[in-house]
């Protein structure tokens, strides 16, 4: 499935990362503001999805669906998110290539998060 991907797009970078506190706290609820914190970045390319892979991911419930792809990186998870540009990303899935790691590529499948204002 990952063979067709072309390292010369991978002309981003992309973070990785999750939620911690600010140190400020909403004035009018009392509860922390969080925002997002990176905690490793690498070069990534956008995939193209075909008709069939969209209506999957449409009947999954996933809506604004974006589909990232790196090199393998047994450090990349679910719990994480993902940031690209100023966007948010949640993880829906990751597809690990079924190559060799070192040389594969893993396709992450996210939806962009709605940014919660403190």
């Not at 390319?45 to 969209?54: A, D, F, T, Y």
């Amino acid at each position: 499935m990952t063979k067709a991907i072309n390292p010369s797009r991978m002309t981003f970078r992309i973070a990785f990362g999750h939620d911690a506190d600010t140190g400020e706290v909403n004035p009018n609820t009392g509860t922390p503001i969080q925002q997002f914190s990176a905690d490793f970045s690498c070069w990534a390319g956008q995939w193209s999805l075909n008709v069939q892979q969209q209506l999957t991911i449409a009947g999954a419930g996933i809506t604004n669906a974006v589909v990232f792809f790196i090199r393998h990186n047994p450090a990349v998870n679910d719990t994480l998110q993902v940031q690209c540009g100023s966007d948010l990303y949640k993880i829906d899935s990751i597809s690990a290539d079924d190559g060799l790691q070192n040389e594969g590529f893993d396709l992450i499948t996210c939806h962009r998060v709605v940014t919660k204002h403190g």
